[in-house]
């Protein structure tokens, strides 16, 4: 069961000064920075930050996150008792995401809160080189189905591909959430106002259903001839005040200036037509992993 479920974790949260919010934001903030960059020297030399050990080798009497790369030798059975116990559901959506984004930054997560599921409290999927793995949460699991022999206390799914073949079925295991996941799951239910999740250096395409991030990528936003791998499409749609046209050389203009600087034509337009009326439209782009969805959730 959930020890904070009929606990007023809004309250808590209301009580705390604004100064000691931000001195706890700022800390944390320092403290993943630090993290992350153990994370990536380490990366850079095959070695795992968690563990020490090589990220293509692994122990079977010291299970890490790094199991879920593939190390040689790695095999399902090894993960059996593993994920019997809570392994923090947090802290591995984080390593999946920073592994994800040091292949190709927010195209390879799909976090879409729109292509998620009515049936389910959270899904995500996550690409790396050649492997896939994919977090499915129903509303049940999250609170853990009553009086079954499996799956009672709360937990989460997992779904693990190796160059498209299924590894881990999202029903093999029932992986216990930890008490610090239930805390964080708790305070995001009751005050979504108060409580935002992070994800520093780990942002996926939900980037775009946060209209506060629109305009910043559209200012950062680079044309590119590798459409498969690009994070985003953009379309603008322009319409010249009523009883006038849109001259052929200010299009031209456009054309030759975006080769120039690999902004979008659309977004030198905006410039150029300023009393034109504009709609710039972003959607995820061809290189974002389809979700991954479980079937037969209960």
């Known amino acids: 069961m959930n020890p904070y479920k009929d606990k007023d974790l809004r309250k808590f949260i209301e009580s705390i000064p604004q100064e000691e919010v931000d001195r706890q934001t700022r800390l944390q ?20 930050f968690l563990c020490g050990g090589q990220m293509d080798s692994f122990e079977k009497e010291r299970p890490c996150f790094h199991w879920f790369t593939y190390p040689t030798g790695i095999k399902k059975k090894h993960f059996e008792n593993y994920l019997k116990n809570p392994i923090g559901f947090f802290q ?17 997560i799909n976090d879409l809160k729109d292509e998620t599921s009515s049936t389910s409290y959270l899904e995500t999927t996550y690409k790396f080189k050649n492997i896939e793995w994919a977090f499915s949460i129903g509303h049940t ?13 709360p937990h989460y799914h997992i779904q693990m591909k190796v160059d498209d073949l299924i590894f881990l079925k999202f029903n093999d295991y029932h992986i216990p959430f930890s008490d610090g996941d239930l805390f964080t799951i708790t305070m995001l239910d009751q005050a979504p106002d108060k409580v935002k999740l992070g994800h520093s ?52 203009q456009a054309i030759d200036e975006s080769k120039r600087t690999k902004k979008p034509i659309g977004k030198i337009l905006q410039r150029l037509l300023s009393d034109a009326k504009i709609t710039t439209i972003l959607t995820p782009g061809d290189g974002v992993p389809k979700m991954t969805k479980r079937s037969g959730k209960k």
């Open 92 to 108: 591995l959506d984080s390593y999946f995401r920073w592994l994800a984004n040091t292949e190709k930054p927010i195209a390879n």
């Open 201 to 252: 250096y780990g942002h996926g395409i939900g980037v775009l259903e946060d209209e506060e991030n629109l305009e910043l990528i559209d200012d950062v936003m680079k044309i590119t001839d590798d459409i498969e791998n690009a994070p985003f499409n953009r379309q603008t749609l322009i319409q010249a005040p009523e009883g006038q046209t849109i001259s052929g050389e200010i299009i031209q």
């Open 29 to 48: 903030a320092e403290n993943n920075a630090r993290v992350y960059k153990e994370f990536t020297d380490g990366l850079k030399i095959g070695k795992c």
């Open 141 to 153: 699991d999250k609170e853990g189905h009553p009086n079954a022999q499996v799956g009672s206390i």
